[in-house]
């Protein structure tokens, strides 16, 4: 039976440019009893259909239910219909259930009842992908924002209030991060701590608070039935306690503050200056090498894992893109993470962190210091002169470097000197040049060397019984973090499929009877074998009218084939030749009587579509000579 996967998220909007994620509620999947109206439905907006379930409609939902999903953190969902829902296709009934309180509080509201919204009657489009290890499935995405005045309702059944805020410069309107907001509501007698909540990189806050921070008065006895909205006003301070703005007690009489909305949204303005150089750059993963993944590799899910030109990656691959010193305002560290495993809908799973061991040593940029020479008669042109200090990632310190140590579970820390590169006296300033790692993807698991000893020119390159490799699919991500903090942890960029080959194959003896080779050491990266059948078991012998060139080229990603004869005469291409994974056979060339008594020289030639992402593993030859 053919599987079904819902993929999505569900969020709600506290004001038009506040979105929060309804994390650890569900979302359910009902069949659909309303046969007649199920068209209808299925056309219908949310709007008109969006509505809160009584208990009846509660009660009588549960025997059609067919499936239900878990909203993660960020309000990402899966829903996945298994066998026995009988579910074939079609529309169904798109519900979110609400077993617990739906935000984040420091403390949660006294009472609580589960209730369910209908949200909509949705018919996916659904798209087949299939998978050789995990099977076919029919995959979709919907995503939804519950409007404000339907989230706003809610919270105020619950007694939940919210104030959803920026914090910006008052001249320049500069967004300010890592700066704390304390909440407060005017009271006759003691004013109410709303609590407090810290700004994000977009200088964006959300303070939660429930009916009873702020309700509890010598007047409490009036309003049972429903208080009055607190009156609010805000104190920002720096992470270490410097306070950058204090309302007075009155800017809580001012309209829009006096008796507020249980959603409340506005802007806090500190006079302090932020210029825009510190503002940092997001740390991204973009490219392996040169090749940028999301369009220069098939890495949507169930590519191939190839570059656009058919090159699978090898050896030790250069790991890059953005990255930044701090992350909200503190230092940022990072890591990498890959995985072979990946779910129904080709998302990559079960990530394994890359660590010291398998990280080359990796120049990453400079620490900058300068000094500027002013213009003389001599020179007339001001320059500066620089004093810059190479860093770099490693296992262990490098002389004469600055060094960015890897913990043993993988986590780096960015150079922090962040000075003024006209200042001698300061620490300099590290300036990225985009590179994270050098990953030795040889270490990701093991690739067996493959030993074809035996194994004749002109054969099947798998006629001694081993098979040839094939290409190992994994996906790559970036994790970043404030520095030592996992709550801050995020992924800064995901490769979700790279194509890797680190395979060798040994013991290949090539044309043994004249100057015989075999494969060296550390083996060869393909099968390129050529020979001459007239020539096997006498290596000396002289072909007088006809030879016979036998060839057995080999390797998943094979780019090209040459054979060429050379001698006294223009060189003769004996080709072509299709470039097919495991090529073998034979080329027979006919001497005129004219043609020269001489030595020739028989050529054969194979390219590897191999790539470290910088550099493309070179064109391999094979020879032998004869006389006629």
Known sequence: ??????????????????????????????????????????????????????????????????????????????????????????????????????????????????????????????????????????????????????????????????????VVTCKTNIPVSNVKVFGFDVDLIQDDPLGSAVTDATGQFILWYTTEDFSKTIFSWLNVEWPAGPDLYFRVETLNGAVLLQEPRSKGHTPGRENAHNCTCLTLCVDVSVPPGVVTPIPDFIRVGGYDYQTQIHSLPFGDGLTTGKYAFFSTLRLNGILSQTLGGLPMEYCFEYTRDFDGTGAPVNWQRVLPGQIVQTNIGYVEKAVWIAPTLINPIGHYEFNNQECYVNNGPVAGAITALIAADGWILVPQENDNPLDTTGAGLFVSNGNMINLNSATLEAFPAIDLAGLVAGQDATSTGKPLAQDKIYALRMLVRQQGNNATMAAAGTCGRIAIDNTLYMNMNHHPEWGAWNSPAGGEYGVCMVDIQELIGAGCKKIAGTVNVLYSVAHPNLGSIGLVLTGPMPSIDLGPIAATPDKFGKVTHNFAPTDPLCAYLVTLSATYLLTTGDWNYPTVYDQIAFCR
């Open 1 to 166: 039976m053919m599987k079904y996967m819902l993929k999505g998220n569900l969020s709600a909007m506290v004001c038009t440019d506040c979105i929060y994620p309804l994390r650890s509620t569900s979302v359910r999947a009902y069949r659909i009893t309303d046969k007649n109206n199920e068209t209808t439905l299925a056309v219908a907006s949310e709007k008109e259909t969006f509505h809160l379930l009584n208990a009846d409609e509660l009660k009588s939902h549960q025997k059609d239910l067919i499936g239900e999903g878990r909203l993660d953190e960020k309000g990402n969902f899966e829903l996945v219909f298994g066998d026995k829902s009988g579910y074939t296709g079609g529309a169904f009934e798109f519900d979110w259930y609400c077993g617990t309180v739906p935000v984040v509080l420091p403390h949660p509201p006294k009472k609580f009842e589960e209730f369910e919204f209908s949200i909509t009657t949705l018919q996916p489009l659904w798209k087949e992908y299939s998978n050789e290890d995990k099977g076919g499935v029919m995959y979709a995405n919907y995503s939804y924002n519950i409007p404000s005045r339907w989230f706003c309702n809610l919270l105020a059944r619950l007694g939940l209030w919210v104030i959803c805020g920026k």
